[in-house]
C-alpha cells in the first residue's frame, strides 16, 4: 500500500487542522493506520492508531481529549482531527499502515509509511 498525508499548515495555538492519510489499492480495511510525528531533534514518537478490525482509537496521552483518529473505508483514506493545538504539537506528522496489525505505539510495527506533512502552531 502506498500512504500519502497531507493537511498540515501553519497555525495558531488553540486553532484546528485535519490531516488526511489517502491509500492506493482497494484493501485499506485490512490495514491498521497510525500517525506518528516528529519533531526538530526528537525521534519519531507515536500519536494515535486505529485499528483494522474495529473503529476505537488508541491516543498518547498527551493528545487525548484533543486529537481523534478515524477513517472512511470506502475512501480508502484515515484522518486525524487535531483541535486546540499547542506549541508542543509542531512536528512532521506521518501516517503508516501495517496490515492486520495491532494498534502499536512503536513504529517498527508498521512496513508501509508516507511521506509527511508539516504542522506548525504558533503561540
Known amino acids: 500500500v502506498q500512504l500519502q498525508a497531507s493537511g498540515g499548515g501553519l497555525v495558531q495555538a488553540g486553532d484546528s487542522l485535519r490531516l488526511s492519510c489517502a491509500a492506493s489499492?482497494?484493501?485499506?480495511?485490512?490495514?491498521?493506520i497510525a500517525w506518528f510525528r516528529q519533531a526538530p531533534g526528537k525521534e519519531r514518537a507515536f500519536v494515535a492508531a486505529?485499528?483494522?478490525?474495529?473503529?476505537?482509537?488508541y491516543y498518547v496521552d498527551s493528545v487525548k481529549g484533543r486529537f481523534t483518529i478515524s477513517r472512511d473505508n470506502a475512501k480508502n483514506t484515515a484522518y486525524l482531527q487535531m483541535n486546540s493545538l499547542k506549541p508542543d504539537d509542531t512536528a512532521m506528522y506521518y501516517c503508516?499502515?501495517?496490515?492486520?496489525?495491532?494498534?502499536?505505539?512503536?513504529?517498527?510495527?508498521?512496513?508501509?509509511w508516507g511521506q509527511g506533512t508539516l504542522v506548525t502552531v504558533s503561540s
Open positions: 489499492g482497494n484493501t485499506f480495511n485490512r490495514y491498521t
Open positions: 486505529i485499528s483494522w478490525s474495529e473503529g476505537k482509537g
Open positions: 503508516a499502515a501495517d496490515l492486520y496489525g495491532s494498534t502499536s505505539p512503536i513504529p517498527e510495527q508498521y512496513a508501509y
